[in-house]
């Protein structure tokens, strides 16, 4: 049973942090670590695909290794989030909902900006 619950976990989370990746609402990093959590204790397959896999992979094991994300993915998070925050603050008709969402923008681009930055030499290769 627990088993099941831990893929269950770890599917949903995978699914919600690629989610994240195009929506800046949901947080990719935290999700996909907690994947990977669910998968090491339910399916050796499972979490060994996550691990290596070219694009997932990639945030998981550079936050593991450095607790860090590259430049790269910090400008790419921050202009998602603005793009997508900037089209649904013209189109959400609520007058109060639009500073709550710049808000939230503001907050998350800060979060993201106090993150250490990767160099090149930090930023993980394969072995």
């Excluded at 994240?20 to 670590?33: A, C, E, R, S, V």
């Amino acid at each position: 049973m627990k088993r099941y619950l831990l893929l269950t976990g770890g599917s949903v989370s995978l699914g919600l942090g690629v989610v994240g990746i195009f929506l800046p609402i949901l947080p990719t990093t935290p999700l996909l670590l907690l994947a990977a959590y669910c998968f090491m204790r339910s399916s050796k397959k499972l979490h060994s695909w996550l691990i290596n896999h070219p694009v997932l992979g990639l945030y998981i094991r550079e936050y593991l290794e450095h607790r860090a994300i590259s430049r790269p993915t910090k400008i790419w998070g921050i202009t998602v989030l603005w793009l997508s925050l900037g089209v649904s603050i013209y189109l959400v008709p609520m007058r109060l909902l639009k500073p709550l969402l710049a808000i939230v923008g503001i907050l998350v681009s800060i979060h993201i900006l106090c993150l250490p930055t990767l160099t090149g030499d930090e930023r993980y290769t394969e072995k």
